[in-house]
């Protein structure tokens, strides 16, 4: 067999590696076209071992370009988007780079995408105002934007239709000049370091007795037998500051609290995880929502892009955010900031993405490499918070070395209020299938405080199999499950098989662009945000396979879905796992898209790897 796979190599070779010869007559025949294959050779763009496109392809594509780009001096001015009346201030900066010429503007502005704006008919008042792509009815002849006083009263004075945790620019202005209070944080950090020191000194300066010289005497303790070394030889192996009972307390205030027990949680998801797809969750009965991993370096410089990921509707009656890093200092000084600028429930330490980035840094997956900083970081950020803080965690980074239930006990007593186990390690990313027998394991060591298991639920057969598996767990959380297919909690909740119809699900896709268009703005620029997230997702949702045509239901995870025809046209096209149908499906939510759009999803899917 082995020199049957080596003639076959050699025969490959033989095509690739040409001799100088038949380099000759080729380039005489072919001129430069030889050459040119010689060189996308050699570039690693036609296979080998030791080429670019041999190496096992995986996690985001990078390199993907950008689909929309807007000329800033064809954008108008901000002063001059929401103006209401003629005697608003005008723009009199003389360095604005916008343009000002509302004529201009109009004539060159794209085509209105409907009559109806979902943000005015929600709220009253359209922030986009002459800018929007919906504005026939909330914009007169003289380029005023025009409000719905009684129903801008009544959208204020709902605060679940608000959407809280921008960020101030005062805070924004503190952050980039370093000017923050961080008072608190630097007191539990110094505290930090004297137990660090104290305890490099300790295990120096006091001669205990080695174990080594034991092993090799042969006379080996029993296990129950006592050390009867003195106190003072016994060195104390804690991190971080001086807790009561494990857990800080904050000076008068309470600690608040969640009851985790049975609820089904959204994971957070990179990208996907935004915030109109979390309100789609909760409308089909998701209990609690996190986050997109928010970098905890970003947030502490104030970039927006970062604190966007922050911000929560007022919908979500159970949220947290998740913030990745792998320094002690960075970390403690984002739980302040998190806790003192935004309304959030429980904060979550990302110890669990894959990406080679984040994990090359001591981040996320990297943490399990790093238990002592991982202690001391749950300890700090415990220390400067009153909400409840959960560490979201693989079991490993190798599938070989799990090594999460060896973390349990010293979580908790770091400060941990709950534990969240992917059952997959580093290694595997999103292949093989979730090990909850392993999380099980993982929930008993972490009892009594609770565990939340999470990896491969997408439906409630899956959902009752992981909860006969793991008894101990106290909640689920599912990721790519929602991705497919949304309606899984309540399918769960209600312990049914849904097969809803296409009309229903492109109702769903709607209610996420109006979500989009009210979260990211419904201007031009809005529009095609929103339309990315869509596209997104769509790369997700193709992978669902209706339960009225299939003869074994349910779906499973790891089973790729076999080529059907829908039951009508809409179906067929949601089943396409081409992109052009993804943007055929956008243009009726979205309009059309801009001249030369292409679109190629961010997430390369390993969702049909053998198990």
Known sequence: MDEDLAASIGAEDSHINVSNESKNQSSEVTGSKAGEKRKQWENGYGGGRNSKRSKKQRGMNKNRGVTYKVDREQELCPRLIDRRTDTDPKCNMDTCKFTHDLQHYSSNKLPSLGDECYVFNTRGHCPRGLTCRFNSKHVTAEGLNIVNEALYAEWQANVSLHTVNGLNHSVQYALRKRTYNFDKSEKVLVELNKGIQANKQQTKDIECEPVLETKLEGTSKPADAKDDRPSECVVDKTLGPTLNNGTAKSEGSEKKKIDWKDKLILAPLTTLGNLPFRRVCKEF????????????????????????????????????????????????????????????????????????????????????????????????????????????????????????????RDLVDAGADVVMVHGRSKEQRYTKLADWEYIEQCAQAAAPTPLVGNGDILSYEDYDLVREKSPTCAAVMIG?????????????????????????????????????????????????????????????????????????????????????????????LMASPNSTDWIKISEMLLGPVPDGFQFIPKHKANAWSAT
Request: glycine share 8%; net charge positive; with cysteine.
């Open 285 to 408: 009965g998701a209990d609690v929502t996190v986050s997109e991993m928010a970098m905890a370096s970003c947030l502490l410089q104030g970039k927006p892009q970062e604190w966007a990921l922050t911000k929560r509707h007022g919908s979500e009656d159970i949220f947290g955010v998740q913030v990745c890093g792998g320094n002690t200092n960075v970390m403690t000084r984002c739980a302040q900031l998190l806790q003192e600028q935004t309304n959030i429930d429980f904060i979550d330490i990302n110890v669990g993405c894959p990406i080679d980035l984040v994990y090359n840094q001591g981040a996320g997956s990297g943490l399990l490499n790093k238990k002592k900083a991982l202690f001391s970081i749950v300890k700090s950020m415990k220390s400067v918070i009153d909400v409840p803080l959960s560490v979201k965690t693989r079991i490993g980074v190798y599938s070989s070395k799990p090594v999460a239930h060896t973390m349990m």
């Open 480 to 572: 790519r499950g929602a991705l497919i297919k949304p309606w899984i909690f309540t399918e769960i909740k209600e312990r049914r098989h849904w097969d809803i119809s296409s009309q229903e699900r492109l109702q769903m896709l709607r209610r996420f662009t109006n979500y989009g268009l009210e979260h990211w703005g419904s201007d031009t620029k809005g529009v095609e945000s929103t339309r990315k997230f869509l596209l997104e997702w769509l790369s997700f949702l193709y992978r669902y396979m209706p339960v009225g045509l299939m003869e074994k239901p349910p779906q499973k995870m790891n089973e790729r879905v076999p080529l059907f025809e829908g039951r009508d046209e809409l179906e067929c």
